[in-house]
């Protein structure tokens, strides 16, 4: 059976698993960098260190199959990944051999690149991963209402997220539940969507 629950600091290493089974457009990413654990460094693990209690997961009773994660603050999230996240990870990082890692590593090396003044109205972010056998049910749906009410309570007015251009099935998941597409910069590759949480 499926259930959605707040993530256990036991669900670290099926978390970093996930989030490297679908971090290729939603696809498989094993293989693409030089090393698998380079990925979830830039997009899962920092979240799950500093705000742990923004993330929730997909268990199936043995292991964990899908997760949303975030932070309700952008512009504190950016600070603390510079000041103690790159120092933190500085020295488990080998040699960039490929185009693909090199352009991930760069992504981890500028945390500013998360800050755009269209999105100051939406201080929160997210991202929510599904392996394909949990996806269509509603759960992604769920983990998105308590991840919203979550931040709802904390007072958080809005949230926003980044996705593929060309991933429509994710925008029309999103756009189902209520985000709105947000026009950021001249970037060609990358969609925003935003919502507001609280009044």
């Not at 629950?5 to 669900?11: F, I, K």
Request: proline share 6%; net charge negative; aromatic share 8%.
């Amino acid at each position: 059976m499926l259930t959605v629950r707040p993530y256990l600091p036991a669900d670290r290493t099926d978390v970093l698993d996930v989030c490297v089974r679908t971090g290729n457009g939603g696809a498989d990413a094993t293989g693409i960098y030089d090393e698998d654990r380079l990925l979830p460094m830039v997009y899962a693990d920092p979240y799950l260190q500093r705000e742990p209690e923004l993330a929730f997961v997909v268990d199936n009773g043995d292991r964990v199959l899908g997760y949303i994660l975030g932070t309700a603050d952008t512009a504190g999230f950016v600070d603390w990944y510079g000041r103690v996240w790159i120092p933190q990870c500085q020295t488990a990082i080998g040699d960039a051999t490929t185009v693909s890692t090199r352009n991930l590593l760069a992504a981890h090396h500028d945390p500013d690149r998360m800050m755009h003044p269209e999105l100051s109205g939406y201080p929160a972010h997210l991202h929510i991963d599904l392996l394909p056998q949990t996806q269509g049910n509603g759960l992604g749906r769920t983990l998105m209402e308590v991840f919203l009410e979550a931040l709802r309570a904390g007072g958080v007015p809005a949230v926003h997220l980044a996705m593929s251009a060309d991933n429509e099935r994710a925008g029309h998941f999103y756009r189902r539940l209520g985000f709105t597409e947000i026009s950021v910069g001249s970037d060609t590759e990358t969609t925003f969507y935003g919502r507001q949480i609280t009044a």
